[in-house]
């Protein structure tokens, strides 16, 4: 038996469990000897077989070796690597399921931070839960045993690929695509060893796509080589230098070989120019829809001053300067804001402006200088804003705030900070962005008062 200093439960040790309900992740959460022990790929209320893999101070992992039973939302999930492939974690889960999983954990969220269970609205679900990303990064590799190049996804927390030749969240053209590269580096020989991802992007207003080569040294003659690169619907050719083959894909910068200098996309009546590296939602579809509503959320009128925060290529930021009286986007990305800025011109917006600079920096210079926004809207990455940022947007005494987020627990811990300082919740909206994954994008709309 354990003594009181050791964990209940062993490496190796095997055991027959019940999911008792599924975490934030989409594992299985079940017990074992009062261990809280979590399952990939196991639903609540399917009993299994399962053999300890891990063991940390306060919980365990654990694999699945076999199930007894399937949950009735338990479906055939579409991928030939899921499971393998780190990219998904819910294939297995019916789509209406995974709504309801989702948007619960928004619910969740909502009850921490003392709100009525009227302040989230339902999940807007996606139009089609497969097909839908228009960008993926794929890694490659060269196998010197079959002198072939390979491509695939790497699994979840590790370098270990598995090899595929397809991927079910993306269209079947840029499928085509992927597969072309892979065959046009096969042909390369033993020179593509250099290359560690391919990056292919798809218009969907136009369908148009671009391709860009990830490579590991900085050598014209491989550049010329991915030059010659084609395929159909391909509009531009790119290179990015990423010495390292793990980490970070994209070097310091992107250089076209071939081809338009970017793609253009089409979102509420915009025309929206997409360089390389140029972030956008990578659910056409959605990420319109979630645009629309975030311009009703932050309720624009024809008087406002409306600041777009982490603006990217100015999507946000040229929807609210039609209603508003100016609209200001900041971003530190450079090549961001020569879209933006672009896509202003292009667009006829007179009234909006672009900064590149780092939000906590030029908002409480902002605010400092004694200048005032009606409307303030955060789309930041993961990470959410910094503590800077939330001081700065208490100080300007702005109206009406519009948080967008990928990342529910570090909207959850700036909520909370917004919130201390003045401002109350006025509505959660869940967009599933990110179907048969555990990503879930929300807006949350907050009023001074």
Not at 60 to 76: F, T
Not at 329 to 352: F, P, S, T
Request: charged content about 25%; proline content about 5%; some cysteine.
């Amino acid at each position: 038996m354990a003594n009181a200093q050791s964990p209940p439960v062993a490496v190796g040790e095997e055991y027959e469990v019940e999911a008792l309900r599924q975490n934030d992740d989409g594992d299985g959460v079940a017990q074992i000897r009062g261990m809280t022990v979590f399952i990939p790929f196991l639903l609540p209320g399917e009993r299994a077989r399962v053999r300890v893999e891990r063991v940390e101070k306060r919980f365990a992992r654990a694999r699945v070796l076999e199930r007894a039973n399937d949950a009735l939302d338990r479906v055939e999930p579409q991928c030939p690597v899921f499971a393998r492939c780190g990219g998904c974690q819910v294939q297995h889960m019916a789509y209406a399921a995974q709504l309801a999983w989702k948007e619960a954990r928004i619910r969740r969220m909502a009850e921490r931070l003392g709100l009525d269970a009227s302040a989230v609205r339902p999940i807007e679900a996606a139009r089609t839960p497969y097909r839908y990303r228009n960008q993926v990064q794929m890694p490659v590799r060269w196998n010197e045993a079959t002198q072939r190049a390979e491509m695939g996804f790497f699994a979840l927390g590790s370098h270990e690929m598995a090899v595929t030749e397809t991927c079910v969240l993306v269209s079947e053209a840029m499928d085509d695509v992927l597969r072309r590269a892979r065959w046009f580096l096969t042909s390369l020989g033993p020179t593509a060893k250099f290359a560690h991802h391919v990056i292919v992007r798809q218009s969907r207003a136009t369908g148009d796509m671009a391709v860009v080569f990830a490579l590991t040294a900085d050598d014209p003659s491989l550049k010329r080589s991915v030059g010659r690169f084609h395929a159909p619907q391909v509009a531009q050719v790119a290179v990015t230098v990423q010495p390292r083959a793990h980490g970070p894909v994209w070097g310091a910068a992107v250089e076209v070989c071939k081809g338009a200098t970017h793609l253009e996309e089409r979102v509420g009546g915009l025309r929206l120019r997409l360089s390389p590296r140029a972030f956008f939602q990578v659910q056409s579809d959605m990420a319109e829809r979630m645009y629309a509503h975030v311009v009703r959320a932050a309720e624009v009128r024809e008087t406002d001053v409306v600041i777009d925060a982490y603006c990217g290529i100015g999507a946000m930021t040229l929807l609210m300067a039609n209603r508003a009286a100016r609209a200001v986007g900041v971003d530190e990305v450079e090549d961001a804001i020569q879209d933006a800025r672009a896509n202003a011109k292009l667009n006829r917006v007179g009234n909006a402006e672009f900064a590149v600079d780092r939000v906590e920096r030029w908002l409480p210079r902002f605010v400092q200088a004694g200048n005032r926004a009606d409307v303030l809207v955060f789309d930041p990455p993961r990470k959410g804003v910094d503590r800077a940022v939330i001081e700065a947007a208490a100080e300007a005494n702005v109206e009406r705030l519009v948080y967008v987020s990928c990342n529910p627990a570090t909207l959850e811990r700036d909520v909370r900070l917004l919130m201390a300082r003045g401002f109350y919740v006025a509505e959660m909206q869940p967009f599933d962005m990110f179907p048969q994954t555990s990503h879930v994008e929300c807006v949350v709309a907050l009023r001074r008062g």
